[in-house]
């Protein structure tokens, strides 16, 4: 069976709950996103995501569209992942050091999707590792000032 995960990793100048009440807040999710596709947290989004949190957000890749995503692992300060409507789940692991850094491991995993030959068969995958090591790269830049 092919591996149907991808990560990047990054230690981040910030403690870990700093980072997770980021992460948590869907109306910050734009000013990580690495993609550039992600818009703005739909009207109904919760103001903190908690598991079983359902909330939706204004995409664009090319066409503005809606995607809806539900919290489906929660750690407090550790641990988030959400998934889309064909399964597949984005996770955020953090990993606190003893120099008061964080490490941060985002994930894009496929492993849980309903089609995951699609994304076997295609260059998501790949685009979405770029996308991530820029999204490790603006939540880095994000605590070396001020969020």
Known sequence: MPKRSVSATRTVHATADRIFDLLADPSKHPLIDGSGSVRAPRPSAPERLALGSAFGMDMKIGLAYR????????????????????????????TPL??????????????????????????????????????????????????
């Open 67 to 94: 995607i809806e995503n539900t919290v489906v692992e929660f750690e407090e300060d550790r641990l988030i992942a959400w998934r889309h409507i064909n399964g597949h789940r984005w996770r955020w692991r953090l």
């Open 98 to 147: 003893a120099d008061g850094t964080t490490e941060v491991t985002e994930t894009f995993d496929w492993s849980t999707a309903r089609l995951p030959l699609f994304f076997d068969l295609s260059p998501v995958p790949r685009r979405n590792l770029v996308s991530m090591e820029r999204s490790l790269e603006r939540l880095h830049a994000l605590f070396g000032t001020n969020v």
